[in-house]
């Protein structure tokens, strides 16, 4: 079930909030993924888990969105008996089209990450892609540094995250903080509009929990 909020901004303008408080599979329409409704940590959630090969999201029915800002609770760690180079990947797609083939921007938490001993890997905490054309590897070797950065976060813990985004641009918050953890100036897909989705990596065990999005 969703909720849409009116607000009022000022004299002229104004923004449209949907709410999608993520406790049903009815709410999302998975791709290679298995989505549950469970209770973690206190609160009503959907767990999402890997199932089958290649891209796996689920996507939020009904979502749809150009510029604007997404906010959602996350939390991912590694699945038992997952490979080592599991990190508990979770994180949020947006303007998602799904049709013969898959496009979308995305920005994923790697949990694990956050309080290694490597500063190397610290820094590898949060990152940006884009399908198609930009896996991770591919914007590492080329711009290392540039789509992934470091933010303070437990596997396994509740996250909240906040992407705002206007054209080609999009910024990454976690954990309340008032400034970006990772700012993209140029996203690859350009000035598209499509859904948002639940994004997890391999290996891993994802949840979420009420995502509210603001469009411009």
């Given at each position: 079930m969703k909720t849409l909020i009116i607000c009022t901004v000022g004299?002229?303008?104004f923004c449209q909030a949907q709410v999608f408080p993520?406790?049903?599979p009815d709410e999302l329409k998975p791709l290679n993924v298995k989505v549950e409704s469970v209770q973690y940590r206190g609160r009503d959630a959907v767990r999402v888990t890997g199932e089958g090969d290649g891209l796996q999201i689920a996507e939020v029915k009904g979502s749809s969105l150009l510029n604007g800002t997404i906010e959602v609770d996350v939390a991912g760690k590694p699945l038992p008996g997952a490979n080592p180079g599991a990190r508990g990947f979770v994180g949020i797609a947006f303007r998602v089209e799904i049709s013969d083939s898959a496009r979308y921007e995305c920005?994923?938490?790697r949990p694990t990450n956050a309080r290694a001993e490597d500063q190397l890997r610290r820094n590898h905490s949060t990152q940006y892609i884009s399908v198609p054309g930009f896996p991770w590897h591919r914007l590492r070797r080329e711009n290392p540094g540039l789509y992934e950065s470091y933010a303070d976060m437990v596997p396994g813990e509740w996250t909240k995250?906040?992407?705002v985004i206007r054209d080609k641009d999009a910024r990454l918050f976690v954990n309340n903080s008032d400034q970006p953890c990772l700012i993209v100036k140029d996203l690859k897909q350009g000035e598209t509009k499509g859904a948002i989705a639940l994004w997890i990596g391999l290996?891993?065990?994802a949840f979420f929990s009420d995502l509210t999005v603001v469009k411009e």
């Amino acid at each position: 079930m969703k909720t849409l909020i009116i607000c009022t901004v000022g004299l002229w303008n104004f923004c449209q909030a949907q709410v999608f408080p993520l406790k049903s599979p009815d709410e999302l329409k998975p791709l290679n993924v298995k989505v549950e409704s469970v209770q973690y940590r206190g609160r009503d959630a959907v767990r999402v888990t890997g199932e089958g090969d290649g891209l796996q999201i689920a996507e939020v029915k009904g979502s749809s969105l150009l510029n604007g800002t997404i906010e959602v609770d996350v939390a991912g760690k590694p699945l038992p008996g997952a490979n080592p180079g599991a990190r508990g990947f979770v994180g949020i797609a947006f303007r998602v089209e799904i049709s013969d083939s898959a496009r979308y921007e995305c920005f994923y938490l790697r949990p694990t990450n956050a309080r290694a001993e490597d500063q190397l890997r610290r820094n590898h905490s949060t990152q940006y892609i884009s399908v198609p054309g930009f896996p991770w590897h591919r914007l590492r070797r080329e711009n290392p540094g540039l789509y992934e950065s470091y933010a303070d976060m437990v596997p396994g813990e509740w996250t909240k995250i906040k992407i705002v985004i206007r054209d080609k641009d999009a910024r990454l918050f976690v954990n309340n903080s008032d400034q970006p953890c990772l700012i993209v100036k140029d996203l690859k897909q350009g000035e598209t509009k499509g859904a948002i989705a639940l994004w997890i990596g391999l290996g891993t065990e994802a949840f979420f929990s009420d995502l509210t999005v603001v469009k411009e």
